[in-house]
């Protein structure tokens, strides 16, 4: 599952956020994944550039808020203190500091040089869900589950205003770029807009025909567009000014988390449950690309029409097959039928692979297939993916022995 995307604000990167441990970053042009970054011990639920670019803040399951430097495997900061999952990070215009919201009922502040907290704004009644600076980078504002929206002044943490309460829990937010208007999203499956300068909502919430719950919200830089997605799959493209709905794009499998819009507004890219992340064009609501087809362009070419690399697909969201791959979020298959397991140099297996004996053979690699990684090799990170269909599991391995084959 991709839990959150962010687009830099040249356009030229994307990061997404994973739920198997792991930051990738993705050249948007090609469509092509260049990095895999580890450093979190557990799901990443957030991802965000920094104003130039050149870094990437995230934050996990595991309470810890990292910042990336584009180039470098390592994380250049752990910031660590919040005692629950962070659900949120976002970084201040002025790219000088990072505010995370966390499942510890708190909004914390670091220094982005330092990695120093430097406040922790309590306040909310519950988890805290998402955290976004206004523009200007003067004031942070965050949701959570006690329903409330929270406005702080970044200089001195004091809390300046609680818009909403005791309503059902807010899942997400975004900042319009007016610094005014806030979007937030809600279990009840309403897209609200609040104005900060009168503290109130403004009427009437967006609603579409089947108000399944919302699990995230963008909008666009120019400030015309809304965008919403819960756990259906479906996403919603509105106007912000008439609340009218502009598009409804189908394409996931399962509930979409993450929404970012490209700096021109041109496009909005989606993440969710599936493992994929799409791109759609706003003006149309047509599907552009997804980043999970192009990863397996190049070997699926070489065997069109066969099942094994339609079955692949979904693999390809974390592994390649081709000599020149490499490992992403999960090691190479380049090379795999007669290897040990947990050996492929430089990627970062759990102990459970890593301390395995198993060899991957056609045997095994159905068994993998059948029962599931968290049978198969018990405490490993892989996410849980099984083909319970005999002849489409041999599909698949007939089709992995021939291109993963050394040459």
Known sequence: MVKGVAVSAD??????????YSVMLWDFKAVAAVAALHGHEAAVN?????????????????????????GQGAPERVMTGHRGRVAGVAVASDGRMVASAAWDRTVRLWDLETGEQVAELT???GNVNAVAFTPDGGQVVSSGEDGTVRVWDRKDGREVAVLGGGGLPVNALALAPDGRHVVTGGIDGRVRVWDLEAGAEVSPALEGSDPAP???????????TVASAGVN???????????????????????????????????LLTAGGDGAI????????????????????????????????????RCGACHTVTPDGGNKAGPTLYGLFGR?????????????????DIVWTAETVGELFRLGPDVVTPG????????????????????????????
């Open 11 to 20: 356009g030229a990167r994307v990061a997404s956020a994973g739920f198997d």
């Open 46 to 70: 957030a991802v965000a550039f920094t104003p130039d670019g050149l870094r990437v803040v995230s934050g996990g399951d595991d309470g810890k808020v990292l910042l990336w430097r584009l």
């Open 123 to 125: 306040g909310h009644a």
């Open 214 to 224: 919302v699990l995230g919200v963008a909008v666009s830089p120019d400030g015309n």
């Open 233 to 267: 799959g479906a996403v919603t493209l509105w106007a912000l000014e008439s609340g009218r709905v502009l598009h409804t794009l189908a394409g996931h499998r399962g509930p979409v988390w993450g929404l970012a819009f490209t700096p021109d507004s041109k496009r």
């Open 278 to 313: 799409r791109i759609w064009d706003t003006a149309t609501g047509a599907e552009v690309r997804t980043a999970e087809a192009a990863q397996v362009a190049n070997a699926s070419d070489m065997t069109k029409g066969e099942r094994g690399a339609e079955l692949f697909r």
């Open 340 to 356: 040990k397991i947990g050996t492929v140099p430089g990627y970062p297996y759990s102990a459970a692979l890593r301390d395995g």
């Open 380 to 407: 490993t990170k892989m996410p849980v993916q099984t083909i319970g269909n005999d002849a489409e599991r041999e599909e698949l391995i007939r089709w992995l022995q021939k291109v993963t084959a050394p040459h």
